[in-house]
């Protein structure tokens, strides 16, 4: 199992950013998948979650209204849209494969960090 994710970066507060994670090694149209983040000297906390065909998708509160979560089954990739960032939004972003609205996780790639800052 390998999730690879791409796409973050330094942005500034207001901007946005697309976030890609590359999946393989597991039947990816089966498994719901979410974006988890840990912030500097922060727990690990997840962020969104989309259900295994894409009909669910679910938010923290921080975040909903700003960030999409989506994925393409036929590409084994998912995404997330981050917009109007601001700077407790700077984190390493986590994607991970595994049910549940919490940080756990079957597994999660290797992170991709987000800076917002001016």
């Known amino acids: 199992v390998q999730l690879v994710e791409s796409g973050g970066g330094l942005v500034q507060p207001g901007g946005s950013l697309r976030l890609s994670c590359a999946a393989s090694?597991?039947?990816?149209?089966?498994?719901?998948m979410k974006w988890l983040r840990q912030a500097p000297g922060k727990s690990l906390e997840w962020v969104s979650l989309?259900?295994?065909?894409?009909?669910?998708?679910y938010y923290q509160h921080s975040v909903k209204g700003r960030f999409t979560i989506s994925r393409d089954n036929t590409k084994n990739i998912l995404y997330l849209q981050m917009n109007n960032l601001t700077s407790d939004d700077t984190a390493v972003y986590y994607c991970?494969?595994?049910?549940?609205?919490?940080?756990?996780?079957?597994?999660r790639g290797q992170g991709t960090p987000v800076t917002v800052s001016s």
């Open positions: 090694g597991f039947v990816f149209k089966n498994s719901d």
């Open positions: 991970a494969k595994g049910a549940g609205l919490k940080p756990s996780s079957d597994v």
């Open positions: 989309i259900t295994r065909g894409g009909g669910g998708t």
